[in-house]
């Protein structure tokens, strides 16, 4: 792919992320309409609303191109050379209750043999009017408001004891315990732990030298994909639960993003 096509694939997932955001935000104090999709997992009509608009615009850029989304569309293509992984609300539960920490996910992926490289990308938190974007090779940036891109570079904090250390709270039982295990292993020794109820923009604030590391036993590929490629951009490490490459599942991977200085085995 080359850099042209990179950088339109980037401007598209700006352009849907930074509209669906103002959707979200236009939305957030109005009565929702909220059910259950699942167990521990809300869906609201901003969700499907937004990912509505995201997927429209893509398809009048991308004909051809498939589709992996948090809401379920049987109308949108699932097959093509590239697939748009798109978390329209990631953070849905905090949204629900009007906490202010949500953000969309927007990615541009190539399939490989395992799962997916994600390639353009944007992540866009409309309460602070921060958009983070990367291409491949072409590094990650955060653009505050209307100011200038700035370009990101995780931490160089190598001590645990002066590392922001951030995890989320998964549904699953079996999740939790692990979690609890791994908290009770790095939590006390850490300069301080964050937990915000949005993966895709903790694992953001990781690209942008906030948060030092971060972990999530059970994510699913839209919480994962556009955060993958701004930590890989900005100089950062991604794994699985055992330190060796992500291991891609839609229904529930674990998922380690550090500054890769820290070290941090999980497992
Ligand atoms: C949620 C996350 C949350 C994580 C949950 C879930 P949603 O996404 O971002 O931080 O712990 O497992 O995936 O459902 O709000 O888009």
Redesign the pocket.
Known sequence: MDVAELKELRAVAVETAVSAGKLAREMWSKPREISFKGFR??VTDA?VATQAQITQTIQRYFPNHGFLT?EDDSSLPTAGPIIWII?P???????SRQIPE?CVSIAACQPTANGYQPIAAAIYDPMRDELFSAAQGQGATLQIGSGSPQTLQVSQIDELGQAVFAL????AADARTTALEIFNKFAEDSYTVRS?????L?MAWVAAGRVDFYF?L???P??VAAAMLLVQESGGAVAGFDGGPLVWDVNGMACVMGNGRLALKLG
Not at 89 to 95: A, C
Not at 168 to 171: F, I, M, Q
């Open positions: 997992d809300l969700d948090e978390d609300i990631d953070g849905t539960t905090n949204y949500f989320d709270w998964s549904s915000i109820g949005t993966a895709a903790a999530n059970r994510l699913r839209w919480d």
